[in-house]
Every structure is written in C-alpha cells, then in structure tokens.
C-alpha cells in the first residue's frame, strides 16, 4: 500500500511588498526550514537545494531541522519570521493541507501566511514489518492483525503525515485495530522496526 507524499518549498516572506524586493534578491544568507529531523526525504531535497541556490547566489543557503508535531512546530517558525524572503520553508502536506483540518486551531494560516514557491518532489510511502512478525503477505498481516486487536503498533512520521493518514486508511478498509506510535521523522522510526523486541510492530 503506498501513499503520496507531496513536498512544497515555501518561502513565508514572499508576500513582502514590492518594495522589499526592489533591490537585488539575494542580499545576505537565506535559511530553509524543514520540519522533519535530518535524513528523511525532505531534508535531503532542501540540502541538495542549499547547495545549488548558494553555488547560483554566492549566498550562504543554510538548512535548519525543526522537528516535531508534523512539521507544524517548523512551519509556525517560518510563518512568524520577517517577510523578508530570507527564511523558506520545505513544508508539505501533513502541516499546510491536512493539520487544518486535525486541529481546531493553528497558529499559522497556511494560505495567508506562506506563498508556494514549487513542488520540489513526490515520494512513496511503504508498508514494511519486522522479519520475526508472522506475517510474509499483506493477507497475513490483515489476517494476524484481526485475531490481536489492539495489540500490534506501526510508526509514523508525526500526526497528519501521509504514512499516518496512508495507515489509518489501511486500517479502515481492512477493518482491523493497530496502534499508532508518533515519531520525530522516518528516520526515527527505523531503530525501533529493527530491534528484536519489536518484533509486534
């Protein structure tokens, strides 16, 4: 089962006026926000950006990781910094499209706070388990998932993620009962997949 996920650069201070763009744009170092830890998809992307925006400028072009929350924490941090265009955002959908209807209040608008820039990439979302699971088929999970109600666990990337979203979904159509476990990132996620006493999740 997979699951798009679609990830957007957005820059908060795009909607300075006119004038704050008169002058040639770059004037100093610009910062990019990721709401994700280091080494997921969107943090890789936004390094790659760094580094060919900074090579093109002659700018220093910084990725900072603000993790937490389903990139909300980021994306709350690039909504309140100057609109001066220096300080972007790789954000995606869990925080601008789908948090907004999760929760009952933001402290971000994403439509009046943040002008897209450009879709940077779409990535695929998978469903893995660890080898002691007694499960080789997606068949086998549904089946094992249906006789431990509540017992089994899977991890995600943070609530409104597309893997929490693609999971919920699943679990849904396949009328089963798995617990979610909220991580800072994918990354996070791996170890506790890999070890031995996990072997439920």
Do not use: C
Not at 29 to 47: H, L, N
Request: without cysteine; proline residues 10%.
């Amino acid at each position: 089962m997979t699951s798009l996920l679609r990830v957007f650069a957005i820059g908060a201070a795009l909607l300075a006026p006119g004038p704050a763009f008169a002058q040639a744009y770059p004037e100093q170092g610009i910062k990019i926000v990721v709401g994700f830890p280091p080494g997921v998809a969107p943090d890789i992307t936004a390094r790659l950006l760094a580094d060919k925006f900074g090579e093109a400028w002659g700018k220093p072009v910084v990725v900072e990781n603000v993790t937490g929350a389903g990139s909300n924490i980021a994306t709350d941090r690039v909504a309140k910094a100057p609109p001066d265009g220096y300080t972007l955002l790789m954000g995606g959908n869990s925080a601008l499209v789908i948090n907004p209807s999760l929760y009952d209040r933001l402290p971000y608008d994403p439509v009046r706070d943040f002008a897209p820039i450009s879709q940077v990439f779409i990535a695929a979302n998978l469903l893995v388990i660890h080898p002691d699971v007694p499960a080789k088929t997606l068949p086998d999970l549904v089946a094992l998932a249906r006789t431990q109600p509540g017992k089994l666990t899977y991890g995600h990337a943070g609530i409104g993620t597309s893997q929490h979203l693609a999971a919920e979904l699943f679990k849904y159509m396949a009328h089963i009962d798995i617990q979610p476990v909220a991580y800072r990132g994918t990354t996070a996620v791996l170890p506790d997949l890999r070890s031995p006493s996990q072997g439920k999740s």
